[in-house]
């Protein structure tokens, strides 16, 4: 991304958000753009500061047309299913997350004012499972992941002299959620799931 086209929000945008300062009101919703941690770090070096992560299922291995978005002359979404496994997902967003706090100390920001909005579907049932489950425990608090160790060993190799900072990188990388149901989905199925959620 050209310097010319980083883009950081001034102080007039910034809001209170689930605990957090959001430095703008501007982001990017959950698709095959937020699924990989280079796109979610360009999209906020252009400005995006809520970045909804691309929606994860228990399903995360069936065969579904590639890519997922067909855009020939218009465009359309041809699967229901996110393209890598749970534990690809949280780790590139877990990546995502250290790359950005970094990336913001070494442009000076005291904060990212950033929020990941963690996307999960499409039953109650595969949101109970244990893997589902794992997904959303290890994006609430990441502490104990490996890659999130790892990011944060690689950034201590690189940038030795930065230890207080990096100690200092929180590992809550989700703190809200949106739910994601397929088209007719009962109303009373949406209230189980977000009770649960909740």
């Known amino acids: ?42 999209s906020w070096l ?17 065969e579904v047309s590639r890519p997922c ?46 929020h990941f909005a963690m996307s999960v579907g499409y039953d109650l049932k595969g949101i109970q499972s244990k893997k589902i489950d794992t997904f959303i425990e290890g994006l609430k608090d990441a502490s104990k992941t490996r890659i999130f160790r790892e990011c944060k060993k690689t950034l201590l190799a690189l940038f030795p002299g930065e230890s207080a900072f990096i100690r200092t990188i929180s590992p809550r990388i989700c703190t809200s ?9 009962p109303p009373d199925e949406i209230e189980r799931i977000a009770s649960y959620l909740i």
């Open 46 to 62: 252009a400005g995006a500061r809520f970045i909804e992560l691309k929606t994860v299922q228990i399903l995360d291995e069936i």
């Open 177 to 185: 959620v949106t739910l994601s149901t397929l088209h007719g989905c």
């Open 69 to 114: 978005i067909d855009a020939h002359d218009e465009g359309y979404n041809c699967e229901w299913s996110q393209e890598l496994k749970l534990e690809q997902s949280a780790d590139e967003y877990i990546k995502a997350w250290v790359l950005i706090h970094a990336l913001a100390h070494r442009m000076g920001l005291k904060d990212p004012g950033t």
């Open 1 to 42: 991304i050209p310097r010319s086209n980083l883009a950081v929000p001034g102080p007039r945008l910034a809001t209170p958000m689930f605990g957090r300062t959001l430095a703008a009101p501007l982001g990017v919703a959950a698709g095959p753009h937020t699924q990989l941690a280079q796109n979610i770090v360009a």
